[in-house]
């Protein structure tokens, strides 16, 4: 009996020693974010992660400020007014180092846009496209292919030689073309420049043949990507190539023959009679083809020292809602008389002080803290100056047709000036014309950059700031020094 | 007896390498928690208490530093239950959830160092293990104790400050020397009587903390069931003003016999403290920097304004203070006063430790138990800044609620078998399997724009509301261990240690652990006896032990997994690449070798035990950057590093005294401690860790103790034209002047040629100039203890030491910076004013001049040996003879006084070079910038027994 005691208080130890034990708690399942293994197993997951790409592309080093601001103010139309390395003065003065605030986080971020494009390429063909099934997979892969090449084409326009200097033969970037999620994949060389162009035109030739027509909501066609989006993109990027025939055909897609120039097909992307409404909530008319949202919710805005209002307006006690970082540059494109003050374009600039305090700044984004201005990828009057520029330099004729699309955007802010075919003595008149059109058209929109680029063109001098001709140092960006430090194959510029 | 995990063993049959500190020298001290109070006290055992605010955490290492990335603390087991370390406040008062336990509470600490006496807990156990048993009750007649204290704090050894009339001589004079600032002008503030002001900022910052301390125990029991109850109270007031420590906690532990069979008991410990502190002290990591920290304000204000204005209203100017009478500079610093009297940063702890279990002994060698315990700790943080001024301002009012649930529990079953085969052969067999679990939650509000000037709570109106303090996280451990110890004849010890871990949060989840020891008590043997060596040794034994055991400290919960985040786009969901996992990850391995000796002569009056250790590290967790094209959002951990501790530990032990009357004990111990990182990450040839993002000093790199400072060297002041004078990368001199007439340069050579370094600089950088330069880690620690008796009184001299290391004073910096911050009084006397003063400190004085004496970049003018000697606790206590007490039927009344901190001899310029800016960091210690120093307390209490 006594043994039969024992016996059964040692089982009892016995299984108390191997008491059942919970191995389903040693996979915990995050719950409060997404494991990469199920991200693309629900319709709902996939369409998140389509926005999230718009997202990584809207972060202030990109879209959301950065990449903008810099295109303007490595111009002549900004002078820097608080020598902050932090807020780009070594970029206005053109002499940013490989380890600058600018050259480090845009290439990071562009890239971290990138790889997130190709994550979800490889989602979606690896699974994904069952899903969400053959109709909205297309869509979601040619938003896909449309941010990645965004995201190229605005790298080469800093960290790159210009297409035109060697027809694209000079060393472009790492083109990464499948998702990277772990370690070991560090090392790989620059293509050229034009492998690189290569690749954003088919991505937008496949985004174009993707892309839906339209979406349901104003808001939609304004914030996501659709066929006329990747066809006024392929404009711009054509542009940059001096393919001056090419830009021609994209445009003619979406640009009707006749004023008043509208597309035809898909949104009704067309000019608006204000300007100022297109800057203005909703930030939705059918003239921003593509825009960065931005709403008031943290996380939803462009982040401190990355926003267009921070960065131009002055301080509150000036009359603006920012830091007064840049003010215009009273000898710069303001100064143009041909600008009439009537413009409408005109009501953008404040003017404060007088005397040797008197500045002026730029304030076509002005919505207050925490800065909920949508930030402009490309606008409708853009595709009508490309078309222009384009028909100017491929027939070199003071064309017609050119200059009612130069005057379609002059005459809605300006109805004063209108010009004909007899106002230009040349062709080269014309483009002047034109290129100075998108310089008032497009001041703060962060094109003058690759205008600039494209043409090999000096940078003029501005305020301390000395001229950068196009094989001067510090004419483009160098290479991050963190890419140069691992990758082995990388060089510098 | 020792605990030595899962069990007892007897110290003198211990095969690994334990310390064992008696719970008394932490009970009555004018602490928080026990680990500040066991410095000194055991070879190996380092503590530093980096400051002066209450219930910082102290730095505590075990031989030295184990790990870059992860945390070096050791693990801290209570009662059986693993605790929770660390800091877990969100607001400016620390909170080391270790205060919980009322060290009146510990019976004793016992320190598990060698993978012999830790391994049993596996992957935990790199950085050593603590027991803390807490106390018991004996059978006999109920006893009842009541301890109490009170406690006087003042800071010590602050630096010697300008007065406003030398502030104001020596900056105007500055501003001399600068043409481009000729409109900067200082002058004397006009007080509320009219007389100039002369504020010491001193005095509005620190204060005589007045603090107290109350325990009432009761024990006791019967032969079958004993119980301990005590409660205690304690309401400390830190030297910085508003900085406050309150706790009340209670314990109650009780074991019961049931039968021959069966034994049941358990604990009960419940615990709250209030933190309480008013904004921050510029002290806790991540503090240095901070505009509204006071030590930092106390030290960079001027002493020509004043905190009020004479209509005695705060001095202010939007979010900073009023400086009406500085002209053509700013003062952007926030004024201290209305920041202690508007603003809060306090938090809350309830903190339950609890455990029960059951033992059954079905035959006098077997022992089978069950025990299930619980650590539920919850936090609440509660932060406000006034819309008057300060932190504040900018926001119109500002506010944070944050509520952390931090819960553990355990069950731990074994079984234990104790055989002696023919009475020579002891073997005693542990098996058991554990399993540990670990969850985390946490959210919290933050509130911006006060609806009315005269709210000051979260839950009052508020205009933007936000998320904040979110946080989740649960992790499972699941082990299996066995020890097995074998002795013959208490002559020959041998002991395995088997611990296989499954942890959640690895890629690789499971991990076995071991640790292997013997010792032979040599003095047994009949040689020994022959040879005669009887007559001088009483006892000698040699030990020596190996194994593996492991890091898991401080991992986060999801490391295995690449995951997506939600974000917003346009107010639309959003999902986005935000962590790259490892599920390759795993635990950082430490492969520990001990051996040592230990004898007795003089009849056991004296006593030594030596150890020499060889600590190498594997597979440190690092965080390695992948090329940004990759795309990566976040650097992927990886297991890649390695490093070693190795060193030397002596300990002695001495009843020098004994006689009926008068007696002498004393412990010395001492700690040689080497630390060496071998190995980073391919591409990754350092690791620079900043001091709250703003400084870099601390540098880890192949072939240095972790966390060298790496500063860039100077030789001196030119003594013709005052100038700072550099050495670049190569040796060579660089004068520096902060202004540079027309013709001259900033940065020159000797000949007054514009500088131009190796690399094309045309400037002194940290990143191109500065050197390894300075070890952080002490390479030699420990302790003296000694004990006198004298009839009815009792004296303790503990001294603590640490040596061989150098600290950082960034402070220093600060103090003899050239804008218009207040200058230490050396500057008088050690900064060069005329051609030809010769051995001067500073550089001639030029008005905005922050790179001379080391704002601008970490300079070797600031760095100092830390070595130094505290009179850590010095103590005089008086028993009040039996004959008295027996009247009253008391049977213990000791009164005492003790003072702590009261004596240090070092040359450290600093407060106190027992500091660290950076906290616990495993890779910025030896940094002392801006931080408030620690206190020197003065306590008077009583100890009385019923």
């Not at chain 2, 926001?395 to 529990?409: E, H, L, M, P, V």
């Not at chain 2, 590093?641 to 020098?656: F, H, Q, W």
């Not at chain 2, 000093?697 to 240095?704: F, H, K, S, W």
């Amino acid at each position: 009996m006594k043994k039969y005691k024992y016996l059964s208080v040692l089982a009892l130890g016995a299984s108390l020693l191997f008491a059942s034990c919970q191995r389903n708690l040693l996979n915990p399942v995050p719950q409060t974010s997404i494991s990469d293994a199920s991200a693309f197993s629900t319709l709902s997951r996939i369409q998140a992660s389509v926005l999230g790409l718009y997202g990584a592309l809207k972060n202030g080093n990109l879209y959301g400020g950065r990449y903008v601001i810099y295109g303007d103010i490595r111009g002549e139309d900004f002078i820097n007014q608080t020598s902050n390395l932090v807020t780009g003065s070594d970029v206005w003065a053109l002499n940013p180092t490989n380890s600058a605030t600018a050259v480090v986080n845009l290439w990071a971020q562009a890239y971290y846009t990138i790889n997130s494009c190709n994550i979800f390429i490889d989602g979606m063909n690896a699974g994904g496209s069952a899903i969400a099934g053959p109709t909205l997979s297309a869509n979601y892969i040619a938003e896909a292919k449309l941010i990645r090449a965004l995201c190229y084409y605005s790298l080469l326009q800093y960290y790159a030689r210009p297409y035109a200097d060697g027809n694209g033969s000079k060393p472009g970037l790492p083109l990464r073309l499948t998702g990277i999620k772990g370690v070991g994949q560090s090392n790989l060389a620059r293509s050229t420049v034009a492998d690189v162009y290569a690749q954003v035109i088919k991505d937008l030739n496949d985004a174009e043949t993707g892309l839906p027509l339209n979406y349901s909501s104003a808001y939609n066609n304004t914030t996501r990507a659709h066929r006329n989006t990747a066809i006024a993109l392929k404009t711009r990027v054509y542009l940059s190539m001096q393919n001056y025939s090419a830009v021609i055909t994209e445009a003619n897609k979406i640009v009707s023959a006749t004023a008043p120039f509208t597309a035809t097909s898909g949104v009704a992307n067309a000019l608006q009679a204000d300007i100022t409404q297109v800057f203005k909530t909703p930030y939705t008319t059918t003239e921003s083809i593509l825009s960065m949202p931005m709403t008031s919710t943290a996380g939803d805005y462009p982040g401190t020292q990355n926003q267009l209002a921070y960065y131009y307006t002055p301080v509150a006690s000036l009359g603006g809602v920012g830091n007064g970082e840049y003010s215009l540059n009273a000898n710069g494109i303001i100064a143009d008389p041909t600008w009439l003050p009537t413009d409408a374009r005109r009501s953008f600039i404040l003017q404060t002080g007088s005397g040797s305090s008197l500045k002026y700044w730029l304030t076509k984004y002005k919505a207050p803290s925490p800065y909920t201005d949508y930030v402009p990828v490309i606008r409708y009057s853009e595709v009508l100056l490309n078309l222009a520029e384009a028909r100017v330099r491929s027939t070199n004729t003071i064309d017609p047709q050119a200059v009612a699309l130069l005057n379609a955007v002059r005459n809605r802010s300006d109805a004063a000036t209108t010009y004909t075919v007899a106002s230009f003595a040349s062709a080269n008149d014309l483009i002047n014309a034109i290129l100075k059109e998108r310089r008032i058209e497009f001041l703060g929109e962060g094109l003058r950059n690759n205008d600039l680029m494209r043409l090999l063109q000096t940078i003029p001098a501005k305020g301390s700031a000395q001229s950068k001709g196009p094989n001067d140092v510090g004419y483009i960006w160098p290479i991050s020094a963190n890419e140069l430090a691992l990758n082995n194959l990388c060089t510098d510029n | 007896m020792v605990v030595v995990g899962y069990g007892v063993q007897k110290k003198k049959e211990v095969t690994g390498n334990l310390a064992v500190i008696k719970g008394a020298v932490v009970a009555d001290k004018p602490i928080q928690s026990f680990e500040a109070g066991i410095a000194g006290r055991a070879p190996g055992v380092q503590i530093t208490v980096p400051n002066g605010v209450l219930n910082s955490p102290p730095v505590f290492r075990i031989r030295g530093t184990n790990s870059i990335s992860l945390s070096s603390y050791p693990l801290i087991v209570i009662d059986g239950v693993p605790s929770f370390t660390n800091d877990y406040s969100s607001t400016n008062a620390a909170a080391n959830p270790l205060a919980s336990i009322n060290p009146n509470d510990i019976e004793s600490i016992d320190v598990a160092k060698d993978a012999a006496a830790t391994a049993i807990y596996g992957s935990r156990a790199a950085n050593g293990v603590v027991f803390i048993t807490t106390k018991k009750g004996k059978a006999g007649k109920a006893k009842v104790t009541y301890d109490g204290w009170v406690g006087f704090s003042n800071p010590y050894r602050l630096p010697s400050m300008m007065n406003a009339q030398q502030y104001t001589n020596f900056k105007n004079a500055a501003v001399a020397n600068n043409p481009t600032q000729s409109a900067v002008q200082f002058n004397i503030a006009t007080g509320a009587n009219g007389a100039p002001v002369n504020t010491n900022w001193y005095d509005y910052v620190y204060r005589q903390g007045i603090s107290q301390n109350h325990n009432v125990s009761v024990s006791g029991g019967s032969d079958n069931t004993t119980y301990y109850f005590s409660a205690g109270y304690t309401a400390q007031q830190g030297i910085i003003r508003k900085n406050n420590f309150d706790r009340l906690n209670v314990l109650f532990n009780v074991d019961s016999r049931v039968n021959k069979v069966m034994t049941v008991g358990g604990k009960i410990s419940y615990s709250n403290e209030k933190n309480l502190a008013a904004t921050s002290s510029g002290s806790l990591s991540g503090e240095a920097f901070n505009t509204a920290g006071l030590g930092r304000l106390a030290l960079v204000l001027p002493p020509s304004i004043s905190p009020y204005n004479p209509d005695g209203s705060y001095n202010i100017n939007g979010a900073s203070i009023g400086y009406a009478n500085i002209v053509g500079t700013s003062v952007p610093y926030y004024n201290p006063v209305p920041q202690l009297d508007l603003n809060r940063s306090n938090n809350e702890v309830n903190h339950i430790q609890s455990n029960a279990y059951l033992q059954l002994k079905p035959l006098n060698w077997i022992t089978l138990r069950s025990t299930y315990g619980i650590d539920y700790l919850n936090i609440d943080n509660d932060l406000f800044w006034s819309p008057v001024t300060g932190d504040g301002y900018s926001y119109n009012g500002y506010a944070s609620a944050i509520f952390g649930k931090y819960k553990t529990w355990v069950w731990t079953n074994t079984a234990q078998f104790d055989y002696t085969f023919a009475k020579k052969h002891n073997v005693s067999l542990l098996v058991g399997s554990e399993q540990t679990r670990r969850t985390s939650l946490a959210y919290g509000i933050n509130r911006q724009g006060l609806s009315d000037p005269n709210y000051n709570l979260i839950q009052a109106g508020w205009i933007n509301n936000n998320a904040t303090g979110m946080g989740y996280g649960e992790n499972y451990l699941l082990s299996k261990f066995s020890r097995l110890n074998y002795d013959y004849n208490k002559k020959y010890f041998i002991s395995g240690n088997l611990r296989q871990d499954e942890y959640s949060a690895l890629g690789v989840k499971k991990g076995t652990f071991w640790g292997v020891s013997g010792r032979w008590d040599i003095s047994k043997e009949n040689f020994w006896s022959s040879a005669k060596l009887d007559h001088i040794f009483n006892s000698f034994s040699i030990r020596g032990s190996y194994g593996k055991v492991g890091n898991i400290a401080g991992i986060g919960d999801y490391t295995p997994y690449s995951t997506f985040a939600s974000g917003l786009y346009g107010g639309a969901s959003t999902l986005t690449f935000n962590t790259v996992g490892n599920p390759a990850l795993q635990w950082e391995t430490s492969k520990k070798t001990d051996v040592g000796f230990s004898f007795s002569v003089l009849r056991e009056r004296l006593s030594a035990e030596v150890a020499y250790y060889r600590n190498n590290i594997d597979g440190l967790i690092l965080n390695v950057a992948q090329a940004p094209s990759a795309g990566l959002p976040s650097n992927p951990p990886q297991n890649i590093g390695s490093m070693y501790n190795k060193g030397v530990e002596i300990d002695l032990n001495a009843r020098i005294i004994e006689t009926k009357n008068f007696s002498w004990n004393s412990n010395f111990n001492i700690s040689f401690n080497t630390n060496q990182v071998t190995a980073l990450a391919p591409g990754l040839t350092n690791i620079q860790t900043s001091t709250s993002s703003l400084e870099t000093v601390n540098r880890t790199a192949p072939g240095y103790a972790v966390g060298y400072l790496w500063v860039v060297r100077t030789a001196g002041v030119d003594p013709e034209t005052g100038r700072r004078i550099f050495l670049n990368a190569q040796g060579n001199k660089v004068y520096y002047q902060y202004y540079a007439p027309s013709g001259q340069f900033n940065y020159s050579n000797a000949d007054g040629t514009k500088y131009i370094g190796p690399t094309g600089a045309t400037s002194i950088s940290q990143a191109n100039d500065a050197v390894m330069y300075g070890n952080v880690q002490p390479k030699q620690y420990g302790g003296w203890n000694n004990d006198f008796r004298y009839k009815n009184f009792d004296l303790n001299v503990m001294l603590t030491y640490q040596l061989g290391f150098y600290v950082y004073y960034g402070t220093n910096a600060g103090l003899h910076d050239q804008r218009f911050w207040n200058n230490a009084t050396d500057m008088l006397t050690q900064a060069w004013q005329n051609k030809g003063d010769a051995n001067k400190l500073y550089a001639k004085p030029v008005f905005g001049d922050n790179v001379s004496n080391g704002s601008a970049m970490p300079l070797d003018i600031n760095v100092f040996k830390g070595n130094f000697v505290k009179l850590r606790n010095l103590s005089v206590g008086y028993n009040i003879p039996q004959s008295v007490l027996s009247r009253a039927k008391i049977s213990r009344l000791r009164v005492y006084v003790s003072g702590q901190n009261l004596a240090i001899i070092t040359k450290y310029p600093g407060p106190d070079p027992e500091v660290s800016s950076n906290g616990n960091s495993a890779t910025a210690q030896g940094v002392d910038r801006n931080t408030a120093g620690n206190a020197r307390t003065i306590t008077v209490g009583l100890n009385v027994g019923f």
